[in-house]
């Protein structure tokens, strides 16, 4: 009795634990479930990988493009023909310019960093993860980071000396000037196009509602944090900006999805050819007179 009575507990607490398991997931890493809750044992940062969407919802990068693609437009139209949409281009960079004038040192010192996020910063993680995806052999992320990523600054310095807006100019500056054109902006591309990426990789890695909507909280407010510092050290107008985060979202809905369809065809196996049925039934009714003709033929040979 005593025995039977510790095998009972036993059984009873074995049935009140959760139960574990291991799942391999989709890229290589194993997923530990417990109840409702799931757990992934190789973290944000282990494998890497585009979750290939894009690829599975073309619709999706046809939308960043059409969208991206008439927002720029509309704006590059009034540039050229000084339409209504610049009406508030030089009264802002008026008074932002004299914020910033009469702002504390470290404010001006932050608004100055989101250059270098928008720029040198991209360059490191760009680096980093480019040396990342090239020893694990991820050409399609390689691609899209060199591509996407990449090709947005070539499609900036197009762009800008196609339109060859001039900068803001003030009597007293509050840091270096530019003097390359800046219509776009291309920092404000470069930000739509890597921080975005960063996000599309990194966001079905997040198993919660929370963890996701932190990650693209967090890559809004680096993006506009970096498109409002550009106006606020007199490098930029707003249309410049919103040009430059349309042209990004253009480019990255175009770039990216083209270049995952390019690479799950060639991942994807040839077809095997199958035969109707009608033709194998047909196969079927040949088959013992061919062995016949056989059979004959060796008769006579």
Known sequence: ?????????????????????????????????????SIQSGGMFHHIRSPGKLAQYPIIGLAMLVFGGLIFGVIAYSVVTHGPFLAWDVPLANSLHTMALNSPGWVNGVMIAGYYVGGQLIAVIGLVLGIYFLRKRCWRELTMLAVGAGGSGLLFRLTSNIFDRPRPVFESEIWKIHVIPG??????????????????FFVPKISSRLGKATMIAGTLIIALYVGFSRIFVGHHFLTDLVAGYAMGIAWSGLAYTLIELIFRNKAEP????????NDLAASGRDLPARQNAGVDGLAHA
């Open 270 to 277: 040839a077809p095997i050819p199958q035969r109707l049925p």
């Open 183 to 200: 219509f776009p902006s291309g920092h404000a591309s470069a930000v739509v196009a890597f921080y975005g990426l960063l996000a599309y």
């Open 1 to 37: 009795m005593r025995d039977s009575s510790i095998v009972g507990k036993a059984a009873n607490s074995a049935r009140d634990q959760p139960a574990f398991r291991a799942v391999q997931s989709d890229h290589g890493s194993s997923t530990i479930t417990a109840g409702t809750t």
